[in-house]
């Protein structure tokens, strides 16, 4: 079990004042809130939650219930990043077709109410588990909290896209020769963050194997790991998947091996297992987590599944690298981005121990 999940939780969980930098008129919110979201009552109070990497994240608190704001954050964007506006229409869809998310009460294309876009949506009360391994319940429990994020994952890639109206929510093609050419050339272009030889190789590696286009695509996340769920408070089950900012359509299994990065993953990076003794605390094995998602989704197995890993690890690092362009450009909103910048080199490693095998 991880020694550093008492830091992380207390690093991650709940809110605090508003960092420097990040307040805005909270009069000019309260007005767009009256006249946009149905039973807003204030008075307001804002606090900023501690989580939350890349955009600023904001409890709204009223006598009568609370909300939660994402915001664009200030300051440059690199083109096409910090997009709310597509993170409120997959929340919006997805909620209607009954998946786990918070509900959207609204959406503010208008820089002169807070000084950036926002969204406000529910605010989804239950447990978030910063640890991989999570501790404080029983083996029975943690193998059913394991077994429902699967189940989670297996739905959001039954969803129809078309049919609940995200059908132009990402471009058509290989999926893995779009998401290696982004990454790459944000990577390149951050001249800020600098150049690393092992990334360097990755991507040749990345670029010289990639599996062929077999046509899947379905809603993908982007993150999904078990820090990003609400879990209810007694049950294991997943009340609200959480933040969206990468989500697109793309290619299910490599959205479902980003996930399964957690058996290799160093605990002091983002949640993981890496170093645990999974048998122990009731943990369903890689093999068995890769299995009940192909019996979820009716696949006979993932033949490339080094391929999604190495990919995966080089994808996370290139948003790692981008996190370290942020603190030396002085926009990284979360505290918690040196350190994520710190750990850049070691996850351009791990991808390169998946391109040898």
Known sequence: MSDVAPDLADANSGTTAVREGYAFD???LTAWLEANVEGFAGPLSVEQFKGGQSNPTYKLVTPSRSYVLRRKPPGQLLKGAHAVEREAKVLSALHGAGFPVAKVYGLCEDDGVIGT????MEMVEGRIFWDATVPGVSNEERAALFDAMNATMAQLHSCDPEA???GDYGRPGNYFARQVSRWSKQYFEDEAAGRNPDMDAVIAWLEANMPADDGASSVIH???????MIFHPTEPRVLAVLDWELSTLGHPLADFAYNA???HMPPHIVAGLGGADIAALGIPSEEDYVAAYCRRTGR???PDYRYYMAFNFFRLAAIFHGIKGRVIRGTASNAQAKERAEAFPELARLALGFTRG
């Open 164 to 166: 609940i109206g995200l």
């Open 222 to 228: 982007g993150d999904f790991r078990i820090d990003n």
């Open 117 to 120: 876009w926002f969204y406000v």
């Open 300 to 302: 006979e197995g993932l």
């Open 26 to 28: 909270e009069a000019a």
């Open 261 to 263: 990065m957690m058996y």
